[in-house]
């Protein structure tokens, strides 16, 4: 099932079920996607595609494609690198990424496979994390790179600019979705930037999510940004980062696209 976030013709934001991004309505779903939910077969008018989910907490890993580990000439690390992004950084699919008028030069794009999960969990095995999660979304780790790497020693801040989230444009439920070994891209304005395959995770899904869960309560609703494949902007030769006017789309196989344009603040 793809399960999508909107906002109806009343300003009520609803959960449904859609076939395909160009359907104007959703079937709607009754009860709480995150415990008991069922399909009602009655449709429902889109008036705005929402992120699929509002998540109480942004958890991100660093380095988790061998493939851009060996481009960048950096060591395979023994455990993930978890970072956080803020919250009110998320945005939806149409949404704009602004580029901060504090740091608008080096924002680049980050096309990742994001979990959500479903239900609170703690300690959980490899082998049980289908119980816990409710499925998995488009997302870009959008961040400004000179605050990265040269004015910050923290991440916080080059992550969690306003907007610099964006999540969708819907959630495909396990049942439908094998994160194992699926093409990632991310297209910018027309130009194919990261195109990889999920196989190359250093820390597949399924230990990802158990090694999480042993560090943090895992609520529901938290999104967890999986890595990046390689060919952001700042790695290539010349740069290229994000500009006014530009369109990033993040597309995963078996999900669909993520489509935001690019304005200045
Ligand atoms: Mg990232």
Redesign the pocket.
């Known amino acids: 099932m793809r399960i999508v976030r909107f906002k109806d013709v009343d300003g009520n934001v609803r959960f449904g079920s859609v076939e395909s991004k160009a359907e104007a309505e959703a079937e709607l779903i009754a009860g709480d996607i995150f415990s008991d939910f069922e399909l009602t077969g009655k449709k429902v008018a889109i008036k705005k595609l929402l992120a699929p989910v509002d998540p109480p907490n942004v958890i991100?890993i660093g380095l988790n494609y061998r493939d851009h580990a060996k481009e960048s000439k950096m060591k395979i690390p023994d455990h993930p690198v978890v970072f956080m992004k803020l919250t009110t950084a998320v945005i939806g699919d149409g949404d704009s990424i602004v580029l901060p008028k504090e740091a608008p030069d080096e924002v680049d794009y980050?096309a990742?496979l994001v979990v959500v999960i479903g239900k609170r969990c703690k300690h959980i095995s490899p082998d049980q994390i289908n119980d816990y999660i409710l499925g998995y979304t488009c997302g870009n780790?959008v961040s400004a790179r000179d605050c990265q790497l040269r004015f910050d020693s923290q991440w916080a801040r080059a992550k969690s600019f306003d907007t610099f989230c964006p999540l969708g444009p819907w959630i495909v439920t396990p049942e439908e979705f094998d994160p194992a070994d699926v093409r990632i891209k991310s297209i910018l304005s027309g130009e194919v930037m990261q195109d990889s395959r999920t196989s190359h995770f250093i820390f597949p899904i399924p230990e990802l999510i158990s090694y999480l869960s042993r560090q943090f309560t895992l609520l529901p609703r938290t999104a967890i940004?999986t890595?990046?494949p390689p060919g952001v902007g700042f790695a290539r030769k010349p740069p290229r980062f994000l500009r006014e006017g530009d369109e990033v789309i993040i597309e995963i196989e078996g999900i669909g696209q993520l489509k935001n344009p690019v304005v200045k603040e």
């Open positions: 991100a980050e990742e780790d940004m890595g990046t």
